[in-house]
């Protein structure tokens, strides 16, 4: 069973685009994190949400805890932005993580 | 200002051999994982600790043995590698259960 979905599994955009993606989960959590592994393989953590919303420069993420659902939102994407988003959730003694969101910006 | 390292970076052994993964942080986090991460797949769990002195099985620990005897350092031995094995290993760690995660670089193992 998969507790955690991602999608797109796949995303290419143009420089500048607004960018979407989304991630639905099936267990109660205390937090849910969104991650970033950068084509090298490091893996670094971007947000951590347990209600609303949080935005750190032109990334934004919110979360809506009765629908199980989160997403990251990317302003004016830029080709640096190419990286694997990930969706983790924590229901109480262990990280779950999605499969990954691989992201293409294009210049 | 190191973080959490792996150690090696990459590795080939045959089927039947063993080794030990390190792992190794500085910010005096409690709590220790090592992940196994395969294409198509999320970060799945192989064993934790939550201290100095504890180990707990994660999703997938068959095959696979840890030690936690210091604080900062997290070892996971493979005692007879099989060709299922092969993967990226990735080591992570946090102050508190559910708080943000410093992973290390990643240990990319080839078994033959």
Known sequence: KNE???????????????????????????ALHWLQQHPGGGIVSLFMLSS????HGRLIATINIQEKHSSLHITASHPRDSAVYICAVFPGNQFYFG???????IP | NAGVTQTPKFRVLKTGQSMTLLCAQDMNHEYMYWYRQDPGMGLRLIHYS?????????????????????????LLGLESAAPSQTSVYFCASTNWGNQPQHFGDGTRLSIL
Request: proline content about 3%.
């Open chain 1, 4 to 30: 955690v979905e991602q999608s797109p599994q796949n995303l290419t955009a143009q420089e500048g685009e607004f960018i979407t993606i989304n991630c639905s989960y099936s267990v109660g959590i205390s």
């Open chain 2, 50 to 74: 939550v201290g100095e002195g504890t180990t707990a099985k994660g999703e997938v620990p068959d095959g696979y043995n840890v030690s936690r005897l210091k604080k900062q350092n997290f």
């Open chain 1, 52 to 55: 609303g919303k949080k935005k």
């Open chain 1, 99 to 105: 499969t990954g969101t691989s992201l293409t910006v």
